[in-house]
């Protein structure tokens, strides 16, 4: 096992990286939880039949009653409707203060089931049991929980930490080719904003195959980066925003397609191709655009589009709407070099000028 401690004083908590996770699951929450005496387990029709019943006996077997709720699988499925049916279950199942909801699936539940236990009873204990690439490496660690408005996605939220993380690995043989692409494009975004030579990795295991022979080492080589950058600014204010590198443009790709045509890490990869362009055309990135290149091959590699077509208005809009925006300004990501990013302030109007040349009107 695998095992990194996020130090955030009395919100610390480890993530586990191991191969059968989920069957020592009760043995690890009881480790963490040991006063509570109920868990309420969120999943959704996807990932429920494959692993909520190994999940319920091990916990179960560790002493806790367990509920679990099963939603829709989606992005949709994060929604305020959604909340209010978690709030009400949990208290159906007599939850309280010293209990904890655990989220086993991608970023959606656990997005959503987190933001259940932010605010439920003003706050119970909560575990993440991430089941895609995507959230293993992205959404489960770091303590930010939403759901979607239809204004924007992520508009509705707070910061949460888990109090345990648990990642097995074999989860992500069950998924689907593009399932496993889409969190590749955040395993890329890694090596973009922070370590050349993780990037240099990736490059040499251009395909699911030679991934997953390495599967341990990447999970941990990404939440180590990410556990970092959360230590030095937990609440999203300063160095975190550089793990925002090509969520600005990407968020507007997401809502031009309603969510349903475009994945997060679809229109995160186009994004990205976006900042890095953008970045090279202002003079921040140094040297030639062999790194756009180099991005752009390892995207395409892992059959992640590079450019998407986007509405101007909901590009627009979706600039206006971005959580790193105060006043007129906003904060963008872009590469120094591979292997370094950087926030770059810029006035809204500027940055749709830019974008204007970029898409070509």
């Not at 043989?173 to 890329?188: C, F, K, Q, R």
């Not at 300063?238 to 590198?245: A, P, V």
Request: charged content about 25%.
């Amino acid at each position: 096992m695998k095992t990194l401690h996020v130090n955030l004083g009395p919100r610390s908590y480890d993530i586990h990286i191991a191969s059968g996770a989920l069957d020592t699951a009760g043995e690890a929450v009881k480790t963490v939880c040991p006063r509570a005496a109920r868990l309420f387990v969120v999943t959704d029709t996807n990932v429920g039949p494959l692993y909520a019943g190994r999940v319920k006996a091990s916990l179960e077997q560790a002493g806790f009653a367990v509920r679990v709720t099963t939603l829709p699988a989606g992005e949709h499925t994060k929604c305020v409707d959604s909340l209010s049916l978690l709030w009400e279950d949990s208290m159906s199942f007599g939850l309280t203060r010293t209990d904890a909801v655990v989220a086993l699936g991608g970023g959606v539940i656990g997005d959503l089931a987190g933001f259940a236990a932010a605010t439920i009873l003003r706050g119970v204990d909560f575990i993440q049991i991430p089941t895609t690439l995507l959230a293993q490496v992205d959404s489960s660690v770091g303590g930010k929980v939403a759901i979607d408005l239809k204004a924007g996605k992520n508009l509705a939220g707070a910061f949460w930490q888990p109090r345990l993380v648990l990642m097995d690995p074999d989860t992500l043989n069950t998924l689907p080719d593009a399932t496993l692409s889409d969190g590749m494009a955040e395993v890329i975004k890694y090596g973009c904003i922070a370590d050349r030579d993780f990037f240099d990795f990736l490059c040499a295991h251009p395909s699911r195959a030679r991934i997953m022979e390495e599967i341990e080492s990447v999970l941990y080589t990404c939440c180590d980066i990410k556990r970092s950058v959360v230590e030095e600014d937990e609440r999203d204010t300063g160095r975190r925003m550089l793990l925002n590198f090509g969520h600005t443009v990407g968020h507007a790709f997401e809502l031009a397609g309603n969510y349903e045509k475009w994945t997060h890490g679809q229109a995160v990869a186009a994004g990205m191709c976006v900042a890095a362009q953008l970045g090279f055309g202002l003079g921040v990135s140094g040297g030639d655009d062999s790194g756009i290149r180099e991005l752009v091959e390892l995207l395409k590699a892992f059959r992640l589009p590079t450019r998407i077509d986007c509405d101007w208005n909901t590009l627009v809009r979706a600039v206006g709407l971005d959580k790193k925006s105060t006043g007129d300004d906003i904060t963008m990501i872009f590469l120094k070099r591979m292997g370094e990013a950087v926030p770059v302030r810029m006035k809204k109007e500027d940055v749709l000028r830019n974008l204007e040349a970029v898409f070509g009107r």
